[in-house]
């Protein structure tokens, strides 16, 4: 069966959000950035009775009936299905402005309700403590896929070790599922940047568009500092100084924009053990693909090619895995998720159980991994309990000192 069939096939259950929309008994407040697949998981998991989609000009669709009414008849239509203790989803309800939030403030709390938004501004406005309607939702952040969801749903078929995490990692973002067509891992990598060089900085620019337009620069900017290398804030700031997008260089200044970037699910952020500082890293392998190649390579303003994305994913691409690789088994794990900055010595992952140092992690992605002896002598020289290496194919390879890890163990997890 080839790539294509598999990717037509597939469809990522997500249960756990399924399960926590379903039995909230408050009502469920939906947010995260666009292309998370919110709407998807509400409208084909989820039982609802109505479900309905606000357009941009404030009208609104009944999807079920496929009819469009006025925000007058959608009121009264809202308040008699809460009164009949039915469920009803609304869509970029945020659109509805702040008259709907007094309605939701003064309506009898019967029934359930479901919103879903992917603008910034209005899951501040509702998860501060000044809001009228604070403490009646449940608040949902829909992030992108985890890894071993899509590792999961990948390893029922027929894919070499290599190809299957790497497609498993760029499928955690949904947008990326529907440019798989068979080809290699790089190869489907290229086809999906180079036809979404429009769609990827929109995910992030369409989260603030509702009220921070004139800070989608800043944003970005954060983004290409991240993307490149420069994931302190210190070093982000600098970075934003010299592009004069900021006025000092100053870290402080840019706190709040790295916590807008973190709430909505933009950015992750990465203890660095033993000190005081915080490492910044891009959640989708994507979005980080995207600004990495632009700002190195200015790739919106000129034809790219293929061969030139491969280029770039050959840098960048053992990047990415190691970071998915120290996630997904700190997930597995229940264990902290660090890393170290220090002159001795440096690994790819430091993972903690409370502050005790559980797992030492080198991942070793698409290099020769012959020499084991080296990289025992390395995580040797590093106190945990456990000392491990990652690679790309651990069959034929052994080591009595250190633990050897591939895919196969994610999946066994």
């Known amino acids: 069966m080839s790539i294509t069939t598999i990717i037509l096939m597939m469809i990522i259950p997500r249960t756990d959000l399924t399960h926590r929309i379903e039995n909230s008994r408050k009502w469920v407040f939906i947010y995260g950035r666009r292309k998370t697949g919110k709407t998807f998981i509400v409208e084909n998991t989820v039982k609802y009775d109505e479900f309905f ?36 989803v609304i869509d970029e309800f945020h659109r509805l402005g702040d008259e709907f939030l007094d309605i939701l403030h003064s ?17 501040r406005k509702l998860l ?8 009646l939702f449940n608040e949902i952040m829909v992030d992108i896929i985890p890894l071993d969801e899509t590792l999961k749903e990948l390893c029922k078929f027929q894919i070499q070790k290599k190809d299957l995490l790497e497609l498993s990692i760029f499928a955690r973002e949904p947008l990326a599922i529907d440019y798989m067509e068979g080809l290699s891992p790089t190869q489907t990598i290229s086809e999906i940047l180079l036809g979404s060089l429009m769609a990827i900085p929109a ?8 009220e921070e337009r004139s800070l989608t620069m800043v944003y970005n900017g954060i983004l290409s500092a991240v993307a490149t290398g420069n994931i302190s804030s210190g070093k982000i700031s600098s970075f934003l100084f010299s592009r004069r997008l900021i006025q000092k260089d100053d870290p ?3 706190q709040t924009y790295l916590g807008n970037l973190i709430k909505i699910g933009v950015l992750k952020k990465i203890i660095i053990f033993n000190k005081n500082r915080f490492a910044y890293k891009i959640s989708s392998p994507l979005i980080r693909l995207f600004f990495y190649a632009e700002e190195k390579f200015a790739i919106s303003d000129r034809s790219v090619s293929g061969k030139e994305i491969e280029e770039i994913l050959s840098i960048l691409l053992p990047r990415i ?7 997904i088994i700190s997930l597995q794990e229940n264990l902290v998720e660090t890393i ?14 409370f502050e005790r140092p559980r797992i030492a992690l080198e991942v070793k992605w698409g290099d020769k991994e012959n020499d084991i002896s080296k990289i025992e002598n390395k995580l040797l020289t590093i106190i945990a309990e456990k000392r491990v290496l990652f ?23």
């Open 107 to 123: 309506v009898q709390k019967r029934g359930k309700l479901i919103l879903i938004t992917s603008t910034l501004f209005l899951a």
């Open 53 to 88: 989609f606000v357009n941009r000009n404030r009208s609104i669709l009944d999807k079920k009936n496929n009819q469009i009414m006025n925000y007058e008849t959608f009121t009264i239509l809202f308040r008699r299905l809460l009164a009949n203790n039915q469920t009803v």
């Open 128 to 135: 501060t403590t000044h809001s009228p309607i604070m403490g």
């Open 391 to 413: 690679v790309t194919d651990k069959t034929n390879l052994r080591s009595e000192k250190i633990s050897l890890m591939d895919v196969s163990d994610l999946l066994s997890s």
């Open 203 to 210: 995910l992030v620019g369409e989260i603030f568009r509702e």
């Open 321 to 327: 895995v190691e970071d998915n690789v120290r996630e």
């Open 340 to 353: 170290i900055e220090d002159s001795d010595y440096d690994v790819d992952g430091y993972l903690l159980h």
């Open 252 to 254: 402080s200044i840019i």
